[in-house]
């Protein structure tokens, strides 16, 4: 106890001898000395600074005026080295200095190998002893806007990831994308050589009825290839693309034959249609349950050996006609069929269907030159005589008039496989008669009775 107390009392006594003080101000003392002679015995000192960043700017050069920009560096940084008065650069950092390109000599597009400049970010006076490396390679050219847009073709869309379902097709000229134009901007050389752009879909799928994508990529196209480059922007990555699809099918066609007589048997003339289909499509779902297209209607009084009908193919609202073809040929196939003149006297001509008022009378004796059409066997059995006509009050139940010419319905009784060919009229007089109510007159009877 006693000699911890001692050594307390004699540390006490150190620091109240002044000894301490002495020693602090010796140590003060020897670094002012060596600070002074370090200024002027040894003033100036010389420093390495590394991974300085070089600054490519134009601003205010001919370059920039002339909208001449940098494409590529060989470096982006350099090591340098300076000297300098101790006391303005002995602490200097890579911040303190700035690193620049000599652009004087650009004065049009192409590769340079530029000279550095440094200078000192505070204004000191620096010298620069070392710059490695002494020279970057500097690639310029025009920095250039090139539009390309959906009606001049050069934006396009790529759905090469969609598929049709069976019994769908895609219509890739149908196809939308919006918006219709793009912007590439970059390098003149480059901008040059990017000939199309593409709206890519990328979501992979089979489908059947009209997609809209807005998952897309853009893709820059020189020529066949791909083109890439980070240089090269645009102002817009965001599309939106329309795919529509179209259920497609084969539709056969047929007519209708008519006939005016009942007794015929239209099914005894065959015919074949060239071409026999088309191809349609529609975004309409009625299509699937159309399964052939009517061409129209073929009176048998229109048709005889060689006949051949061209028609128009109608449109329709259900579906698009994609073939290309608008006219179909009708051809009847007639072999072993002739045609045999007859003629008819107005004795063998019947009114039907007229009313009790009017007496109905045919003027024309005669209705020359009828044609028959049918096997060549059977209208060797058939005879004028055979051959009757009707005219059909039904069709004439509004006439006022007492002198008119009226149609003929011509056949053959007995024979369903023989027409007649052609339209025959003939003159006929029609005179009104005074009716007598048959119930009153019977009912004046019994009264008189």
């Known amino acids: 106890m006693a000699e911890k107390t001692a050594e307390k009392t004699k540390k006490s006594s150190f620091f109240k001898s002044g000894n301490f003080y002495l020693m602090l101000f010796s140590i003060v003392l020897a670094s002012v000395i060596w600070i002074i002679m370090s200024l002027t015995v040894f003033p100036e000192t010389t420093i390495t600074l590394k991974d300085v960043p070089i600054d490519f700017s134009l601003d205010g050069s001919y370059a920039d005026v002339a909208g001449i920009s940098v494409m590529k560096t060989s470096v982006d940084s ?74 001049d073709g050069t934006l396009v869309a790529d759905v090469s990831n969609l598929a049709a379902a069976d019994g769908y097709i895609i219509d890739e000229d149908e196809i939308t994308i919006s918006p219709s134009t793009i912007e590439v901007y970059g390098p003149q050389d480059y901008i040059n050589q990017i000939t199309s752009v593409a709206v890519k879909v990328d979501n992979a799928a089979t489908i ?55 007794s015929f048997d239209t099914s005894s003339i065959s015919y074949s249609i060239s071409p026999s289909s088309i191809s349609v499509r529609s975004q309409n779902s009625s299509l699937s349950s159309i399964e052939d297209i ?15 009908f061209n028609i ?20 009847f196939d007639l072999e072993g069929y002739s045609e045999k003149v007859v003629t ?68 053959v009784p007995g024979y369903d496989n023989v027409w007649c060919y052609g339209k025959y009229r003939v003159y006929v007089s029609i005179e009104t008669v005074e009716t007598t109510d048959e119930t009153e007159t019977e009912a004046e009877v019994e009264e008189a009775g």
């Open 78 to 151: 350099v090591n340098v080295v300076i000297s300098g008065e101790r006391y303005l650069i002995g602490d200097y950092t890579a911040d303190d200095i700035h690193v620049s390109v000599n652009v004087d000599a650009v004065r049009a597009t192409g590769s340079y190998e530029l000279s550095l400049v440094v200078t000192s970010v505070n204004g000191d006076t620096i010298e620069v002893d070392q710059i490695e490396p002494a020279t970057v390679k500097v690639d310029f050219d025009y920095m250039v806007t090139k539009t390309f847009s959906v009606e």
């Open 344 to 411: 008819l006297s107005n004795s063998q001509i019947y009114i039907v269907n007229s009313t009790d008022d009017k007496v109905v009378t045919v003027e024309t004796a005669q209705i020359q030159n009828v044609i028959l059409v049918g096997p060549e066997d059977v209208l060797e059995q058939i005879s004028s005589s055979d051959v009757i006509a009707e005219i059909d009050m039904l069709d004439y139940a509004n006439t006022t008039v007492s002198y008119t010419i009226m149609d003929l319905t011509i056949y």
């Open 294 to 308: 009517r061409l129209g209607y073929i009176s048998v009084n229109e048709i005889t050996v060689g006949s051949v």
């Open 208 to 262: 059947q009825s009209t997609m809209t994508s807005n998952l897309n990529s853009v893709i820059l196209y020189s020529g066949n290839e791909e083109f890439e480059s980070e240089d090269v922007t645009t102002d817009n990555e965001s599309f939106e693309v329309v795919v529509p699809v179209y259920l497609l099918k084969s539709l056969p066609f047929y007519v209708t034959l008519t006939s005016s007589v009942d």
């Open 312 to 331: 128009t193919i109608d449109e329709s609202s259900y579906y698009e006609n994609i073939s290309g073809i608008d006219t179909a040929t009708v051809s």
